[in-house]
């Protein structure tokens, strides 16, 4: 099921960060006593009573200040909010309430989600201190104590925070609707595919809006089958793309990516690869969804029979992380090439639910060993005993070997480009996971 998000959100240097580390168990956001040292929203996957959440951080929220940084960091920070299931707003014991705080409290009770109130730097053992019952003036309901560095406290906040998600079951795998995520920067054309998709090839065509992740979602059926198609370009005008929005479009993409089977990667073709596409792409790869990218506004693009060859191998080189993501140059105004993207949609949700038997991968396996011997080390060779595959989406496998030590990453990556070869899995990553005998 798609993971619910949990955004830290507060003033400067009231341990958001700190916290956030303790929570998801590893040093990931920058920790210093200076304000405005966060600037970009960090994410990281943290787990609770055996569930699994998006943790966001965000920078410090200062409302009444004009500096061009605070600026950016405020509409981050509201970007977190607006996707957010829960909000966990960080408040200071030691400075007790702020003309800040009661800012930052009005704008989160205008956002009507959530909010589990956190007085942080409680950090001595015992009694809870008195100054912390004037934080009820906040009008956020009851303050939990907690200690960011020590991490007291921290599994009530989680536990209150849990009170407000609704936990769903995923799907059947077996389900034959496809979920489609359609992801990218601003303005590269998200919402005009869709919408061209919804008028040119509709038979049957539902739209649901108001979700918690703020996001469209449109059932649509045709000869290609049936699909329901994410929308996340619809959260932000067009008049407000700026640079700084820019950066921060990537908590647009993680929701849609949670719940989605095939990503959908825009690129603008008359901008071409920018930092923000990786980040975008990057994240649908870790979550082992099948990929394909799409390279919009290809009429507006000045060309020869050159060009896009020319561009395929750059992308190629720029994408090099999932150089498995079929490329496929398109038109959402035109209608260029929308047909055989719903073919390639359907193409690589089937190698993502792609399942082979034990004994045909150690065919693969006996014959790829015999091809390259495995790796040694110091008089020890590798062994693989056997290999088998324990799910799907994406398509992962577990080799039983000898020493995991010697199983190099170079060797890795030739199996894994091997069973790629024979299944012929375009456009979905694979996993293969290494055990030594008697895991």
């Not at 739209?207 to 932000?236: C, H, L, P, Q, W």
């Not at 496998?397 to 995991?404: E, I, S």
Request: hydrophobic share 40%; proline share 3%.
């Amino acid at each position: 099921m798609a993971k619910p998000i949990i955004a830290i959100v507060g003033r400067p240097n009231v341990g958001k960060s700190t916290l956030f580390n303790k929570i998801v168990g590893q040093r990931i956001s920058i920790v210093e006593d200076t304000p405005g040292v966060t600037r970009d929203r960090i994410y990281a996957e943290g787990e609770w009573l055996d569930k699994k959440f998006l943790l966001v951080d965000t920078g410090g929220i200062e409302i009444a200040n004009d500096n061009s940084i605070l600026k950016h960091i405020r509409r981050q920070a509201q970007i977190a909010i607006d996707t957010a299931d829960v909000i966990l707003f960080v408040t200071d014991i030691r400075t007790g309430v702020t003309a800040n705080d009661y800012d930052v409290a009005t704008m989160l009770l205008k956002s009507g989600k959530p909010v589990v109130l956190v007085v942080n730097k409680c950090d001595t053992v015992g009694a809870v201190p008195d100054d912390i019952y004037d934080f009820y003036s906040l009008g956020l309901g009851e303050p939990f104590p907690v200690s960011s560095v020590h991490g007291h406290g921290t599994g009530d906040i989680l536990d209150e925070c849990f009170k407000h998600i609704t936990w769903t079951e995923d799907e059947e795998d077996g389900d034959e609707v496809i979920t489609v995520a359609v992801i990218g920067r601003p303005n590269v054309g998200k919402s005009s595919l869709v919408n061209k998709i919804l008028g040119q090839e509709r038979m049957i065509v539902r739209d649901e809006s108001g979700t918690t992740r703020d996001a469209v979602d449109s059932y649509i059926e045709n000869k290609y089958g049936k699909f329901v198609f994410i929308d996340t370009a619809g959260m932000r005008k067009r008049g407000n793309v700026d640079e700084g929005v820019e950066r921060y479009s990537v908590i647009r993409a993680l929701a849609a990516v949670e719940r989605c089977k095939v990503a959908v990667i825009m690129i603008d073709g008359t901008v071409g690869f920018t930092e923000q596409d990786s980040k975008i792409a990057g994240y649908a790869h870790e979550q082992g969804k099948a990929c394909i990218i799409a390279v919009n506004k290809w009429d507006a693009v000045e060309k020869d029979d050159k060009t896009m060859n020319i561009m395929r191998a750059k992308l190629q080189e720029d994408f090099s992380f999932m150089s498995y993501a079929p490329i496929i140059f398109i038109s959402a105004q035109t209608g260029q090439r929308i047909d055989k993207l719903f073919e390639l949609i359907k193409e690589v949700d089937n190698m993502a639910a792609f399942r082979t038997t034990t004994g045909v991968l150690n065919d693969i396996l006996a014959n790829a060993t015999a091809r390259v011997q495995p790796p040694s080390d110091k008089g020890k060779r590798l062994k693989i005993y056997y290999m088998t595959q324990i799910s799907t989406r994406p398509p992962t496998f577990v080799a039983f070997c000898n020493n995991k030590q010697l199983f190099h990453f170079s060797y890795q990556r030739y199996i894994e480009n091997r069973i790629r070869d024979v299944f012929g899995l375009q456009g979905t990553p694979i996993r293969l996971l290494l055990r030594e005998r008697g895991e």
